[in-house]
């Protein structure tokens, strides 16, 4: 950006002034719900030279603590976010999510742990790399005596990007063109998020970090921005939705990590994190001898009857094989059907867990 | 030129240009230079009912009546409108210093601001350029007004004018800039406030507290004797008088309140003093809103 000698004077500057790293990575802490903690295979690709190289993730956070005081809002989180995926970020109130989302965005600063956006430092980086980030953090808040258009357009002007044709093709994209020329003051809450959704996609950013989207927007605001999510992510934009909404999460998200206590206490696929408590519903007239049947097999020691059904799980609990080791004992099951936990049941497990 | 530095460039010009997109469109900025005005003109028109009911029969009443004549007259237009404007146009940047940077935070829009990438010290630099000429476009402007009305009053009495001609514009351009100087320290003062406390209300308050009250702990400290009695020369309203006091003087004790002060500081300890301030409330401002967290 500065030549060397501007940027070697700059250096001590960047340092007075908060903007370089001031500490070293740390290690994940949280389980893992996917194969080998792998990054996902859509960034990987063939270098100039024929080599296999793979694209930086477009967020990686090592190691990030944050304490208020005596607070700690974040305790070591570790957060990898691919290229193109949808990235669900979950928790209670006070779990540190907020907190992290900030420090992705650069607005507070962590003590200790390091911030990478599309590769490249965020502590150093800041101002190139952010105009590349989309956002809407908690309630949108606007200048409340421009209109909505002018709002975008001033944000506009801070970076500008868009342009004119960019802000009415933002505004078109939320529906808010009738209402644009209105004061923000005037909106609802509604309609202040369809904003913040609008300055979020105003620059065509590759990172949108929504934080509760559709907070106050009626079913069918709702319904619009759940669709609208999944429209951002086929055209390669890299989505972190935060939300406290799990059925939200669970259809939009491909990937999920799960707050609590300043923690990730789980990250990984949203249908890993879903099936981690998988079961195998069995319905069989012959209940008592299928118990006990199970019960001197490998699934013997989780298996639990509840409502005049038993439920299998463990490895090898898939519907042929305990359909085969009944049948073999001459036992018919009239039902086997693979049952598995909501999003919001493994949430407050999960959650649960972390607390303890 | 390096690209960099270009590019630097045009990152600090889109953050003044923002600012002044804000400003233009922001009703408070022509209500507050509504306000000076409407002040500057009831403070003449006051003097002028005083003046029209004439001298009247106390002591020395006939010398303080012609003395009042004379300071409003468009003659010494200089020294007393912008004696007035010292104090409302004080009042009224603070104001909007203090609103402008407060405001972003009671309307949490540095957030969204920020986490764009635009750089802290491009932000506070936009506000800090904005709220400097905006003192001045209010200086200047209720200078005119000051202007008009003494025009007016000269007209009416038959007062003299004085000259026209460069070398007097020259001294009220010289006069305004002063003005000007006086004043900005109470700016980012506001500023620094607001950066502090995230408030336009604290940031306004305490800026005016201090301008109002620190007259009133000099006033007591002038009597005093040893050390503390040069506490004051190290204050700010001593050290602006000193300043307003090239603009010129008005003779006479008629002219009212506005002129008071010592005023007898060296110049150049008085330039160095408010100088030293200002960029004490300039560095305090960016040092802090630099290292802060943006949590509303």
């Not at chain 1, 296999?52 to 974040?74: I, N, Q, S, W």
């Not at chain 1, 298996?303 to 059904?309: H, K, N, T, V």
């Not at chain 2, 600012?19 to 233009?24: A, G, I, Y």
Request: a neutral charge; proline letters at 5%.
């Amino acid at each position: 950006m500065f030549p060397p000698l501007v940027t070697g004077m700059l250096t001590p500057i960047e340092s007075l002034l908060g903007l370089r790293d001031r500490s070293a990575a740390g290690r994940p802490s949280h389980q893992s719900f996917r194969e080998g903690n792998m990054p996902a295979a859509s960034g990987v690709g063939l270098s100039n030279n024929g080599a296999l190289e793979r694209d930086a993730p477009v967020v990686e956070a090592r190691g990030l603590v944050k304490h208020y005081g005596t607070t700690v809002a974040v305790a070591g989180v570790d957060l990898v976010v691919e290229k193109g995926s949808v990235f669900g970020v979950l928790g209670p109130n006070g779990s540190g999510k907020s907190t992290t989302v900030r420090l992705l965005l650069g607005l507070v600063r962590p003590d200790r742990g390091t911030i990478q956006l599309f590769g490249e430092p965020l502590s150093k980086r800041g101002a190139d790399l952010l105009p590349r980030v989309g956002s809407v953090v908690e309630t949108p808040s606007f200048v409340p005596y421009l209109s909505g258009r002018d709002n975008l357009r001033l944000m506009d002007r801070y970076t500008p990007r868009a342009g004119e044709a960019g802000v009415e093709q933002a505004l078109r994209r939320v529906h808010l063109e009738d209402a644009a020329h209105r004061r923000f003051k005037t909106y609802s809450l509604g309609m202040k998020q369809r904003l913040g959704i609008a300055f979020a996609i105003l620059r065509g950013p590759e990172l949108i970090i929504l934080d509760e989207p559709t907070n106050g927007l009626d079913p069918q605001g709702t319904r619009e921005v759940r669709e609208l999510i999944p429209q951002l992510a086929a055209e390669g934009r890299t989505i972190v939705l935060c939300s406290h909404l799990l059925h939200e999460v669970e259809q939009v998200c491909d990937r999920v990590a799960i707050f609590g206590a300043g923690r990730i206490v789980a990250e990984g696929r949203t249908a890993d994190i879903i099936a981690r408590r998988a079961e195998l519903e069995v319905r069989i007239p012959e209940i008592d001898a299928a118990e006990l049947a199970l019960r001197e097999s490998p699934w013997g020691q989780s298996l639990r009857r509840e409502d005049g059904a038993l439920y299998v799980s463990g490895p090898g609990s898939e519907g042929r094989s305990v359909n085969r080791f009944l049948v073999e004992r001459g036992l018919f099951a009239d039902v086997l059907r693979p049952v598995h936990q909501s999003l919001e049941e493994a949430f407050f497990e999960l959650t649960a867990e972390g607390a303890t | 030129m390096s690209s960099g530095l270009n590019t630097e460039l045009e990152r600090l010009r889109n953050a003044v240009a923002a600012e002044v997109f804000k400003v233009v469109r922001r009703r408070m900025t022509y209500i507050l230079l509504l306000a000076l005005a409407l002040l500057v003109s009831i403070f003449y028109l006051l003097l002028w009912l005083r003046i029209r009911e004439g001298p009247g029969r106390r002591r020395n009443a006939l010398e303080d009546w012609l003395a009042l004549k004379t300071a409003i007259s468009f003659f010494n237009v200089t020294p007393y409108g912008l004696a007035l404007e010292r104090l409302f146009a004080t009042v009224v940047c603070v104001v909007f210093a203090g609103t402008m940077m407060g405001n972003e935070f009671d309307w949490r829009t540095v957030g969204p601001t920020m986490g764009q990438g635009v750089r802290r010290w491009h932000f506070l630099f936009s506000k800090t350029v904005i709220s400097v000429g905006f003192t001045v476009v209010a200086v200047v402007f209720g200078f005119l007004v000051a202007g008009a009305a003494s025009a007016w009053f000269t007209s009416l009495y038959g007062l003299s004018y004085g000259s026209f001609g460069p070398e007097r514009f020259g001294e009220a351009v010289a006069s305004v800039s002063r003005t000007v100087f006086v004043i900005v320290p109470f700016v980012l003062l506001s500023i620094l406030c607001a950066t502090v406390w995230r408030s336009a209300g604290l940031a306004v308050g305490t800026a005016l507290a201090v301008y109002f009250m620190e007259g009133i702990f000099t006033g007591l400290l002038s009597n005093a004797t040893g050390w503390v009695s040069h506490i004051p020369d190290a204050l700010l309203n001593i050290n602006n008088d000193s300043i307003m006091s090239l603009n010129g003087t008005i003779p006479g004790e008629g002219a009212g309140p506005l002129l008071s002060g010592s005023g007898g500081e060296p110049i150049w300890r008085a330039w160095l003093v408010i100088l030293a301030w200002a960029a004490g409330f300039l560095v305090l401002a960016f040092g802090t809103f630099q290292r802060r967290d943006i949590q509303e």
